[in-house]
């Protein structure tokens, strides 16, 4: 599957919750979505960013692929931590980007069952970045405005340098 890219109107939309979805439609998309991450070499994906407008992501931060449908962050902490952070919809960027440093998270995985992640580090700024996604904001969406303007010009070169 292709992975949309800025200015694609997609990104800017919020994803509708998974509902009515077969478990054979869900398997198959989230196979989908597996394969174009490591494809991409990505840690994490978000189904707005292939252009279906539904809340599953994936990630694969400890070498164990994990979906999850319907994520919320149900708490985030205080303390936050800047660091860069790419994007596969805006290749070849990144920005310094403050997050949590610890969030939990609630969702159902592909089964339909409940699960509470408590995430730090790594794993915390990647839930972030895909519910962002899932939110319709991307990581340019988090910076400054000086960051953003020059982050769309370098961007705006790499596109263009690669036709």
Do not use: W
């Not at 840690?43 to 692929?65: C, H, P, S, W």
């Not at 920005?95 to 915390?124: K, N, W």
């Not at 960051?147 to 263009?160: D, G, L, P, S, V």
């Amino acid at each position: 599957m292709r992975i949309f890219t800025h200015p694609s109107p997609a990104l800017k939309q919020r994803a509708a919750d998974v509902e009515g979805v077969s478990r054979v439609e869900l398997q198959k998309l989230v196979d989908q979505m597996a394969r174009t991450m490591y494809d991409t070499h990505g840690v994490g994906l978000a189904a707005t960013q292939l252009g279906i407008m539904k809340r599953i992501l994936v990630y694969d931060v400890d070498d164990e692929l994990v979906v999850l449908c319907n994520p919320r962050l149900v708490h985030l902490s205080d303390e936050t931590v800047t660091e860069e952070e790419g994007c596969l919809s805006l290749p070849g960027i990144a920005l310094p980007i403050e997050r949590s440093t610890t969030v939990r998270c609630e969702a159902t995985d592909i089964d339909g069952q409940e699960v509470t992640i408590t995430a730090e580090g790594l794993l915390a700024r990647v839930l972030q970045h895909e519910l962002d996604h899932l939110e319709g904001t991307l990581i340019i969406d988090r910076a400054t405005p000086e960051q953003r303007r020059e982050a769309i010009r370098r961007y705006n070169e790499i596109t263009r340098t690669l036709g």
